[in-house]
């Protein structure tokens, strides 16, 4: 085919504005793809319900460390209380325990994840706990029952490296405190952010499991249908669970509920009294009351009603008290010895539920649970404020920040 001359002078000139308008052509100018920059953003806790993105030097990364550029972290109830009361007296602390970023650089002595799984730069990773005390124990030692008196990045005192928590834009993970982390390249970024919340109804879900009450053909009642108990409705249709009861106020939550496996829904607002609530459950399980029952809210009152949803000879799994929500009336003798209910308590996790959580999250994936739904909002990290109090605000339910 010939081309005349002004044919081929307007090619030339749309392949050239082309070029000029791909989107790389323009970043050139910047820091090249990979380099690190000299310095970190780190969202500081500085007072109550406040916080301000300070700028630290990029620390030098040590034999044992990985430096981390953070892809997001979701906000954690925990992390709630501390930014509205400080608690646990951290303040100025860098927050932000549920976060995952990309391994950037690492110390010659890294070679493998806490599970013994080869790392790299660009490998995506997530951290777990941080044994200061115990620096060897493996994901495999079942002594300890969960984190308690472990740390964790984001709950740590700040100190000279800054880079302490994962709402920032960096991360240091450092080999010498005793960190444990995990090579999670081969799942997306929410299901990444949502791992640590995940881990929590792992452990819960295994601790129910010492009952020997909970089974595949169980009836089941989840109480509260915030991000555990939706999480926890999910870890049971993903172990093949079927009757599957969420009990909550919210209407649109119940609905959620239903999309991560509930078989069926109690509005509590629908019915007056908790034994009028009783008899909803048992309706709704055929005239059966649950075998087995989560408590999922951190209300006393929550607690108290839960026993009257269970059967005798049932088990009961609380996990909704995290922090010390108060004391909830009960009646022993009727809740508890004439019915000869076994309890169980459970709080975070182990190292050895972080791999579980990872099989859970594809598993969802697989039986098509919408579980990255459950992050509803996503802030960059310089309007962290804001993500904060829409936390507070419980419109949404796993509110996640982004760098900028
Ligand atoms: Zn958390």
Redesign the pocket.
């Known amino acids: 085919m010939e081309m005349s001359s002004s044919q081929v002078e307007a090619i030339v000139k749309q392949v050239l504005s082309s070029l000029s308008a791909d989107p790389a052509a323009s970043t050139v100018s910047k820091a090249p793809a990979g380099s690190i920059p000299r310095t970190a953003h780190v969202a500081m806790l500085t007072g109550l319900e406040k916080f301000e993105i300070k700028e630290f030097p990029m620390p030098e990364v040590g034999d044992d460390d990985l430096l981390v550029r953070v892809e997001g972290c979701g906000i954690?109830g925990?992390d709630a209380h501390e930014f509205k009361r400080d608690p646990f007296g951290l303040i100025p602390v860098a927050l932000g325990?549920?976060g995952t970023g990309e391994i950037v650089k690492m110390g010659k002595n890294v070679k493998v994840d806490s599970a013994g799984k080869p790392v790299a730069v660009g490998d995506k990773i997530v951290t777990c706990m941080i044994f200061k005390d115990n620096p060897d124990i493996t994901m495999f030692d079942l002594n300890k029952k969960n984190v308690g008196g472990a740390d964790v990045y984001g709950l740590l005192p700040d100190d000279d490296c800054h880079l302490n928590g994962w709402f920032a834009d960096y991360i240091l993970i450092r080999g010498g405190l005793g960190s444990t982390f995990f090579n999670v390249s081969d799942l997306d970024l929410d299901s990444r952010i949502l791992i640590?919340?995940c881990a929590v109804l792992i452990h819960a879900v295994e601790r129910a499991k010492t009952t020997g009450i909970l089974r595949f053909n169980s009836r089941v009642v989840v109480q509260g249908c915030g991000p555990i108990g939706l999480i926890c409705i999910a870890v049971l249709k993903t172990m093949g669970i079927q009757n599957i009861i969420a009990v909550d106020g919210n209407a649109g939550r119940l609905d959620f509920a239903k999309r991560l496996g509930a078989s069926d829904s109690v509005n509590f607002k629908d019915y007056s009294g908790v034994e009028a609530m009783a008899e909803g459950v048992s309706e709704k399980f055929g005239g059966h009351l649950a075998d087995f029952a989560f408590q999922c809210t951190g209300s006393p009152a929550g607690h108290s009603n839960i026993y009257k949803f269970i059967r005798n000879g049932g088990g009961l799994c609380e996990l909704g008290f995290f922090i010390n929500g108060g004391d909830a009336t009960i009646n022993p003798h009727f809740d508890i010895c004439s019915k000869e209910i076994t309890t169980v308590g459970s709080w975070v996790y182990t190292l050895r539920d972080y791999a579980t959580t990872f099989d859970f999250l594809k598993s969802a994936k697989a039986i098509g649970l919408p579980i990255n739904e459950l992050i509803t909002d996503k802030y960059p990290l310089s309007r962290i404020n804001e993500a904060y109090q829409k936390n507070l605000a419980m419109t949404g339910l796993k509110i996640a920040v982004m760098p900028d």
Do not use: L
Request: glycine residues 0%; hydrophobic residues 0%.
């Open positions: 954690c925990t325990h549920e640590e919340p």
